[in-house]
Structures are given as C-alpha cells and as structure tokens.
C-alpha cells in the first residue's frame, strides 16, 4: 500500500502558542497562531487585550479589508449567520466558526476601538485556519524496556497526523 497525494502534505503537533503583539500599551494575544482542522466541524479562536485608557467601542473578527474598511466577519456574506463572538470581562474575545468550509481556510485577525483619538487596534499577524476534507492519522507506538538497575518500562507515544488530500492505493 503506497500513499499518493494530489496537494501538500503537512505534519502537525499540536500545542498551544501564546503571541503578545504591541506598543505602547496595545496588543492582542492569540491563544494559537495555527490551526489544522476537518471540513464540517467547529474552531473556536480566542485572544485578548489590552490598551492604555479608554473604553472599548467595538470588538471583532475579519479576514478581508474593503477600501480601508474592515470587515467584520459578522457582515461578510461569507460567514453572514455563521459565526459567533463571546466576550468576557477580562478583555478576552472569541470567533466560533461552525460548520467549517475548505474556503474558510485564511488568516483571521482581531481588531478593537476605543473611544480615544486613534484608539484602534488590531493584532497582526493573526491566526491561521487551514480546512481540509481528509486526515490520515497514523499513530506509532514504541516501547523501550529498559533492562538496568531500575527496570524501568519508558513507553513513547508519537502522533503524526498527515493532512492533506491524500489518496491510499
């Protein structure tokens, strides 16, 4: 059995990445800069912020900017009815995406106005959501016994998930 694929292919481990962007008292932190996910299933983005003074105004996601206008992806025709933002009290922010497309595959930005004088901000570079149809997961297992003093059993577990649009033949 050979494994053939018609586009990339990428490995994935998964973990969390926190990213602090800012100046000056502004920033926005991604809780991930990356997520691999399947078509058809959910992804939730988080983040929070900060900023010197003020309040806030306005919070949302966009992927698109129309003629330096930023497209709340609430209004976008693409994700109109789709998405969902929860915020907290502690600045934090999340975009749920459900019934996720392959075109949803795109970097996803936040953005927050305060009502100060050039009190916007949005937090660059986002997070990137990749939607693929097909997963291969493969799992390996290897154990080694270790036959010392102790005789300790060490037991590793590595996860390799291929994805792409891989075809097995």
């Given amino acids: 059995m050979a494994l053939r694929t018609a586009g990339s292919v990428l490995v994935v481990f998964?973990?969390?990445?926190?990213v602090v962007l800012g100046q000056d008292g502004w920033s926005v932190t991604y809780t991930t800069r990356s997520i691999c996910t399947l078509k058809g299933s959910t992804v939730e983005l988080s983040c929070s912020y900060t900023y010197p003074s003020g309040t806030v105004t306005s919070t949302f996601w966009f992927t698109k900017i129309d003629v330096n206008n930023y497209?709340?992806?609430?209004?976008?025709?693409?994700?109109?009815?789709?998405?969902?933002y929860h915020s907290d009290r502690m600045n934090g922010h999340t975009l749920k995406i459900p019934n996720l497309r392959?075109?949803?595959?795109?970097e996803y930005k936040f953005r927050f106005i305060t009502d100060q004088t050039r009190g916007r901000y949005t937090g660059s570079p986002g997070v990137t959501l990749s939607v693929t149809g097909t997963v291969i997961l493969y799992i390996v297992l290897i154990c080694l016994i270790t036959l010392s003093v102790t005789g300790t059993v060490?037991?590793?577990?590595?996860?390799?998930?291929l994805i792409?649009?891989?075809k097995l033949s």
């Fill in 14 to 18: 998964l973990w969390s990445v926190a």
């Fill in 71 to 84: 497209v709340n992806l609430r209004d976008d025709p693409d994700y109109k009815g789709r998405v969902t």
């Fill in 102 to 106: 392959e075109s949803d595959s795109t």
């Fill in 154 to 161: 060490i037991l590793y577990i590595v996860l390799i998930c």
């Fill in 164 to 166: 792409g649009s891989g």
